[in-house]
T-cell receptor
Framework: NAGVTQTPKFQVLKTGQSMTLQCAQD?????MYWYRQDPGMGLRLIYY???????DKGEVPNGYNVSRLNKREFSLRLESAAPSQTSVYFC??????????????FGEGSWLTVV | EDQVTQSPEALRLQEGESSSLNCSYT??????LFWYRQDPGKGPEFLFT???AGEEKEKERLKATLTKKESFLHITAPKPEDSATYLC?????????FGKGNQVVVIP
């Protein structure tokens, strides 16, 4: 099983450009997440989706949009990239639809640099 | 506000030298405490979930314990392949809060 798969692995953007990070999971999980990880900080939740068609903001949603395309796929879009969005992005999934009490499984990460 | 503090930030161990990592937390209504291992350039890999004080979980050379205020990850007789960053996350108040991690290097 591949688990949680993210693409691309690496991306360099110019300020103001847009891009979409793709994520797919093959574990038949209900909930999916997007996190960012920055040096000296813990993982922070950007957006969360409990099921197809539903999304909720996390701690740091500004500058991002998400789409839960179906049960397997959850994409993260940067409409106008800023240097502050330089980070490592992780997609994750969990079995339960509940926002808490779940074990979350992560993808391998996407390294994004905005210049 | 939920807080998760991991200590020490970095730890160098000789192979075979057992040690413990600490995760202190403040949260109202703990729903679960999670330990992950993260290798450089990789995503966090799930290790353990603990739900209540007194609970313990083991996997190979790793043992996680939980009290009402903190969790320990004990590494017994570590090997170089145990070198990684260990992340603690606390689930409470409908939010999962991550610590900054314990970076462990095991020297052969």
């Amino acid at each position: 099983n591949a688990g949680v798969t993210q693409t691309p692995k690496f991306q360099v953007l110019k300020t103001g450009q847009s891009m979409t990070l793709q994520c797919a999971q093959d574990m038949n999980h209900n909930s999916m997440y997007w996190y960012r990880q920055d040096p000296g900080m813990g993982l922070r939740l950007i957006y969360y989706s409990a099921s197809e068609g539903t999304t909720d903001k996390g701690e740091v949603p500004n500058g991002y949009n998400v789409s839960r395309l179906n049960k397997r796929e959850f994409s993260l879009r940067l409409e106008s990239a800023a240097p502050s969005q330089t980070s490592v992005y992780f997609c994750a999934s969990s079995e339960s639809r509940s926002r808490s009490g779940n074990t979350i499984y992560f993808g391998e990460g996407s390294w994004l640099t905005v210049v | 506000e939920d807080q998760v503090t991991q200590s020490p930030e970095a730890l160098r161990l000789q192979e075979g030298e057992s040690s413990s990592l600490n995760c202190s937390y403040t949260v109202s209504g703990l729903r679960g405490l999670f330990w992950y291992r993260q290798d450089p350039g990789k995503g966090p890999e799930f290790l353990f979930t603990l739900y209540s004080a007194g609970e313990e979980k083991e996997k190979e050379r790793l043992k996680a314990t939980l009290t009402k205020k903190e969790s320990f990850l004990h590494i017994t007789a570590p090997k170089p392949e145990d070198s990684a960053t260990y992340l603690c996350a606390v689930d409470g108040n409908n939010r999962l809060a991550f610590g900054k991690g314990n970076q462990v290097v095991v020297i052969p």
